[in-house]
């Protein structure tokens, strides 16, 4: 691991329309995955990692999520009072496991511009921004390696995943060369959200970046690009054409996108499946429930 003081930024600032009316008075990122908000998830990555200083990017319903990771004095005095330790550790674990930081986004112009709201929170180090709804199964690890290759490289890392190309139009799509290395690509161009047939790879760009600061430099000019947001895969494709440029860790385990509904659907399936609580009497059910499809 490196020892270099890698902070997280997390941002969550974003519409989640895809997730009306749900997302109304919520940011999606505190959609319960199984017993946990998403996001809980991506901050348990980062602490996995050896990430301890979290910023979490705001927008409107910005209480929901400055709560979940607050302490709750009565609920924790409640809990003590029953004796219920299992309960308590869960609630003290959300405020305890990280030191989390809030900044607000105000308007939400895109990801890019939630990003360079980091920017005085990050100073001039290394950072990973992590997307507060998309999650990498914690038997995957995914960040390790990335920050182990910016270690070697000294250039920005992208996560990259082999996407079909029925779904290739919802990603930001790599132009890449080969490395040495069958997992590891360099990227020279990146397309945000290409038809199928404009698409360069089928290598999509996932919720994982390791940053240098000069990614703020960079997104201070960058203009707004796809659907009149500043992208962040905008100021990536800059940065890919100048040294130390951007590669591609391509990652090939379980990932889930709780923003999309489907996939939302999925990722609860799945880890309830595997969980030793709910596996055993969920998995026969999903059996005897899917043979009557
Ligand atoms: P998405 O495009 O998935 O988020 O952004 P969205 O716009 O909220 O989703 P829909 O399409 O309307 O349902 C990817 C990530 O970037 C954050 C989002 O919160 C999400 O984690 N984001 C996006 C911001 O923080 N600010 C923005 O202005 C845009």
Redo the contacts with the bound molecule.
Sequence with gaps: MSHKPFKAVI?????????LPATKAMP??MLPVVDKPAIQYVVEEAVQAGITDVLI?I?RNKNNLSNHFDSVPELESNLLRKGDQEKLAKVQHSSDMADIHFVR?GD????G??VLRAKAHVGDHPFVVM???DLIDERDPLLTTMLAEHERTGAAIVALMEVDSAHIHQYGVAVVETTDNPDVVKITGMVEKPTAEEAPSNLAVIGRYVLAPAVFDVLEHTQPGKGG?IQLTDALQEMATSEPGVYGVVFRGRRYDT?DKLDYIKAIVQLAADRDDLGPALRPWFKEFAAKL
Aim: cysteine-free; charged content about 25%; proline content about 8%.
């Design positions: 941002p969550a600032a974003g519409l989640g329309t895809r997730f999606k990122e990017i927008g986004q939400p112009k895109g990801l511009h939630a997307l507060g709804d947001e923003g």
